[in-house]
């Protein structure tokens, strides 16, 4: 929160020194959003993968499952 206080103190945040207007601030919100749900669903993709590697390896051992 600190990083994007207004060292004026004219507002509590100092997005209206960084974006031109609320659309471009809107876009950059949702692009970094976009990158978040990029990032998990990687994420849950590789727990699949490992999971599903587990279990086979389980299988072959005879561990059942």
Request: aromatic letters at 10%.
């Amino acid at each position: 929160m600190k990083k994007y206080a207004d060292p004026g103190k004219v507002r509590l945040f100092s997005f209206y020194k960084l974006y031109s207007d609320s659309s471009v601030f809107n876009g950059a919100v949702n692009n970094g959003f976009k990158r978040v749900v990029q990032e998990v669903n990687e994420s849950i993709k590789n727990e699949i993968k490992e999971t599903k590697n587990k279990q086979e390896k389980e299988k072959l051992r005879g561990g059942g499952g």
